[in-house]
């Protein structure tokens, strides 16, 4: 009896020394504000973002902080593709791959994403989506997770 009490006590000083060694640096699990939830996303996916597959003259992905998701990738024949929506039609991420890469997929509640295209051969396009596609790279299950939480975060903003 003396020993179990004893254990717990200890299990308890060890939680205890954990919690304050994670409160002061400043990590936290669930209580986002506003400017690290924009800033880990929009970090998130610029570290994610696998330009590997396409060739690229250049590419902006980020969280603006008026929340909105934009992409813009240019080719180097001068092609550009625009893509953005607000996090308030935000609807889900859908993530098909493995750890080293794979394809995130940012669902909308309707028709909520812009899609342009300027300097298309084929034309340019104005419409919109209910999908948006990403090719990624490096994109853990804890990674993803974390993504999701922030940006349902920023959704209830």
């Known amino acids: 009896m003396l020993r179990l009490r004893f254990l717990q006590a200890r299990m308890a000083c060890i939680a205890g020394v954990l919690i304050t060694l994670i409160t002061a640096s400043g990590f936290t699990v669930f209580n986002w504000n506003r400017q690290q939830a924009l800033l880990w996303s929009s970090q998130c996916?610029?570290?994610a973002f696998?330009?590997?597959?396409?060739?690229?003259k250049n590419w902006e992905?980020?969280?603006?902080?008026?929340?909105?998701?934009?992409?813009?990738?240019?080719?180097?024949?001068?092609?550009?593709?625009?893509?953005s929506f607000h996090l308030k039609r935000f609807n889900t991420i859908d993530y098909y791959g493995n750890t080293t890469r794979g394809l995130l997929c940012f669902k909308t509640q309707a028709d909520d994403i812009i899609v342009q295209t300027h300097n298309d051969r084929k034309?340019?396009?104005?419409?919109?989506?209910?999908?948006?596609?990403i090719s990624?790279?490096?994109?853990?299950?804890?990674?993803l997770d974390s993504l999701l939480t922030a940006l349902n975060y920023l959704k209830q903003q």
């Open 136 to 143: 990624v790279k490096n994109m853990s299950a804890e990674r």
């Open 50 to 56: 696998n330009t590997d597959e396409v060739k690229l």
């Open 123 to 133: 034309g340019n396009i104005d419409s919109m989506a209910t999908t948006l596609k």
């Open 61 to 83: 992905l980020n969280i603006t902080p008026d929340y909105f998701v934009r992409l813009r990738k240019t080719y180097p024949n001068g092609k550009q593709e625009y893509f």
């Open 45 to 47: 996916l610029y570290q």
